[in-house]
T-cell receptor, first 117, second 111 residues
Framework: GAVVSQHPSRVICKSGTSVKIECRSL??????MFWYRQFPKQSLMLMAT?????????EQGVEKDKFLINHASLTLSTLTVTSAHPEDSSFYIC?????????????FGPGTRLTVT | GESVGLHLPTLSVQEGDNSIINCAYS??????FIWYKQESGKGPQFIID?????DKRQGQRVTVLLNKTVKHLSLQIAATQPGDSAVYFC??????????FGTGTSLTVIP
């Protein structure tokens, strides 16, 4: 089946630094990937849609200069949290859109736990 | 079109009983819906899906019901097992393949 990986799985960084999270589709090509964030005991909130070779589309209220997304290839999208602050601490989850049964299915990565101290 | 960041409602059921988890979605134009299971510290896992031209779909031990009139989805789990304990989310697809997640329900199965 389609597998999506994320790296790192956990990261702790100091306030003011930047952190890059990678999302890879391991056995399929994904022209579209999505980035979500999830606070404890809350739902997944869509942050942005990442399209290979073009600029990401951000959801309302998500700062594009703070959350930089680069979808440089058909198997890799990266999310960089710039000048991280403690309120950015969250669980970041990516998904990749792959084909399934004549349609599309969203395959999720295992998530990255970011803690900003 | 955003998910609502409310604290999760909870549901406790006895092992072997049936579980019903409900979800209200927001966009009457959504054409595709998925139920996901999320275990602690992990990404969501696909359970079952349904298209808007259907009102019921069955899988192994799971059934999804769709009521478009009131924008309501339900997930029924038959003979609930301890391994079913997790948080369950419904997600609706808008145009452009974006998915928006519902609030979620935390299911606890009591042995």
């Amino acid at each position: 089946g389609a597998v999506v990986s994320q790296h790192p799985s956990r990261v702790i960084c100091k306030s003011g630094t930047s952190v890059k999270i990678e999302c890879r589709s391991l056995d399929f090509q994904a022209t579209t990937m999505f980035w979500y964030r999830q606070f404890p005991k809350q739902s997944l909130m869509l942050m942005a849609t990442s399209n290979e070779g073009s600029k990401a589309t951000y959801e309302q209220g998500v700062e594009k200069d703070k959350f930089l997304i680069n979808h440089a290839s058909l198997t890799l999208s990266t999310l960089t949290v710039t000048s991280a602050h403690p309120e950015d601490s969250s669980f970041y989850i990516c998904s990749a859109l792959g084909t399934s049964g004549g349609g599309y299915e969203q395959y999720f990565g295992p998530g990255t736990r970011l803690t900003v101290t | 079109g955003e998910s609502v960041g409310l604290h999760l409602p909870t549901l406790s059921v006895q092992e072997g009983d049936n579980s019903i988890i409900n979800c209200a979605y927001s966009n009457s134009a959504s054409d595709y819906f998925i139920w996901y299971k999320q275990e602690s510290g992990k990404g969501p896992q696909f359970i079952i899906d349904i298209r808007s031209n259907m009102d019921k779909r069955q899988g192994q031990r799971v059934t999804v019901l769709l009521n478009k009139t009131v924008k309501h989805l339900s997930l029924q789990i038959a003979a609930t097992q301890p391994g079913d304990s997790a948080v369950y989310f419904c997600a609706e697809r808008y145009t452009g393949n974006q998915f928006y997640f519902g609030t979620g329900t935390s299911l606890t199965v009591i042995p």
